[in-house]
């Protein structure tokens, strides 16, 4: 064993050789313990470069729940390689944290695992559901104080420069010719006036003026027989299936200008929320108007393929069109709707009482 030079100039040389073993190994250890780690204890290695002025410095965070390990791979790993993350923004669903947490995703929306192995977001899965729908059939013109009600809004029709006969009225303006007061209910129907104040209609008071705009969460257009009324998101909004509680009434002059399912409940005609099927169905009691006047079978999106199934009163199917004895009733999609079309009130063909179901695809 040699000896040591315990004079201060052997230490001093020992000590300047240990530094340069220290540097030559790129390592300097500021605390490091084996088995312990020291308070604030870190890693520095310096740049194999300009002297090791710069260096990589590998320490705890100030404060962990835990004890924590960085494993090293069993292959070379380019630290470059490894996104620093540094211009993600915090829950913008880029980095680990979000993608482990999923916190900016939107339940259902088919980007998470629960959504993939629920498959709650698949398309080909998911029925929009059914809209309730109901034709306000326009066959003349109206008559002053004649009245439209559907659910809590009651529609009247007043000479421009009249008043209604209550303020809670909505005010829809007459003028004799049946095609313009038929886009005067749509607009009240679908709330288009900015400021719900009717420009020429006044409250009973003759100067304030009257409502203008409805309030029921349907939306209205015009059809070759009249005005559809259909289930919405909101007022005027997008068609959308649903089953809500909203009564239909009209009280109209002309003989034929009324609904085309008769004065009922909006709840009655079928319509339903989303739900997850391939498919969208809808049923319908057969009434005296729709025989008389037809009815539409509405869904949330444009049909392209349907299938009709017509059962009695006391659920037996009635023979259907195109069968042995044929019904001449029609089905037939038209406006986007399944349009049903009654061939007469006497079977073979659907009576009052039977029930229509319409099965469609977009």
């Not at 390990?69 to 211009?87: C, R």
């Not at 339940?107 to 959504?115: E, L, N």
């Not at 005027?236 to 009564?247: R, T, W």
């Amino acid at each position: 064993m040699s000896q040591r030079d315990l004079s201060p100039k052997g230490i001093a040389d020992a000590a300047d050789a240990a530094q340069a073993a220290v540097d030559t190994a790129e390592l300097v250890v500021d605390a490091l313990v084996a088995e312990t780690a020291a308070v604030g204890g870190k890693v520095i290695l310096k740049e194999a470069t300009n002297n090791g002025v710069n260096t990589a410095t590998f320490q705890c965070a100030a404060s962990l729940t835990g004890n924590r390990t960085i494993s090293v791979p069993n292959e070379d790993v380019v630290l470059a390689n490894i996104a620093v993350n540094t211009i993600h923004t915090t829950g913008d669903g880029s980095d680990h944290a979000d993608v482990a947490t999923n916190s900016v995703h939107v339940a259902g929306d088919g980007s998470d695992h629960a959504d993939v192995a629920t498959n709650t977001a698949t398309l080909a899965e998911i029925e929009p559901g059914a809209v309730a729908t109901a034709v306000l059939i326009f066959g003349d013109a109206v008559n002053a104080e004649n009245t439209v009600t559907i659910g809590a809004d009651v529609y009247e029709f007043v000479a421009p420069a009249g008043v209604v006969a209550l303020d809670t009225n909505i005010a829809v303006a007459t003028t004799g010719v049946a095609a313009t007061e038929l886009d005067n209910l749509i607009a009240a129907i679908n709330a288009d006036d900015v400021d719900n104040e009717h420009p020429t209609i006044f409250l009973q008071d003759g100067i304030t003026p009257a409502l203008a705009n409805g309030t029921e969460s349907v939306v209205a257009d015009e059809v070759a027989t009249g005005i559809r009324v259909r289930s919405a998101t909101v007022v005027g909004g997008q068609a959308v299936g649903a089953n809500p509680n909203i009564v239909l009434a009209e009280a109209l002059t002309p003989p034929a200008s009324i609904w085309d399912v008769g004065n009922v409940n909006l709840n009655t005609l079928g319509g339903k929320a989303a739900s997850a099927q391939p498919c969208a169905a809808q049923s319908k009691a057969v009434t005296a108007p729709m025989i008389a006047s037809g009815a539409r079978f509405s869904f949330p999106f444009v049909v392209t393929r349907f299938m009709v199934q017509v059962l009695s009163a006391t659920g037996f199917i009635r023979t259907p069109a195109g069968a042995e004895a044929l019904s001449a009733d029609t089905f037939e999609i038209d406006e986007g709707d399944v349009l049903y079309t009654s061939g007469g009130a006497a079977t073979p063909n659907a009576i009052a009482g039977d029930v229509i179901t319409v099965i469609a695809w977009p």
